[in-house]
């Protein structure tokens, strides 16, 4: 079995949510959710395409769909990148810090570990916003 949150069951992913451990967090919760509001985007094209009635806008919901499909994908393969992203942060915090040097190694890898656990939730943020252009 794989060990990748995304091919858990939704309740032991919430168990593991849930649980006391660090990741996964809100960055992985907001990414199953966005994946779902694809996944709604791509039900709503799929009860469009082919039903009469529908015929002047079926073309505009194949179009949707392989985005919203696209979207999906994306969004869903970021759940566990995001839940590793804070494994820098955690590491860095086991470093020895016993000497000066080995203060200021550690301060600079927490910090280098925060700027990427913050990169991967505005990666999915940004995936979430495609389908709403700004203009």
């Keep these: 079995m794989s060990d990748l949150l995304i091919h858990q069951k939704i309740t032991d992913f919430l168990d593991e949510l849930a649980s006391d451990s660090p990741a996964p967090g809100g960055g992985s919760a907001a990414c199953l959710s966005g994946s779902m509001g694809a996944a709604l985007g791509s039900m709503v094209a799929r009860l469009t395409i082919g039903k009469e009635g529908y015929e002047d806008v079926e073309e505009f919901f194949k179009e949707k769909l392989v985005k919203t499909e696209e979207l ?44 990427h656990a913050t990169e991967v939730p505005l990666e999915s943020c940004r995936a979430c916003r495609e389908p709403f252009p700004a203009d």
Aim: aromatic content about 6%; hydrophobic content about 40%; charged content about 40%.
């Design 72 to 115: 999906r994908e994306k969004i869903i393969n970021l759940l566990d990148k995001d839940a590793n992203a804070f494994s820098g942060v955690i590491a860095a915090f086991r470093m020895p810090k016993e000497t000066e040097e080995e203060k200021s190694a550690r301060s600079a890898k927490i910090l280098e570990g925060y700027k």
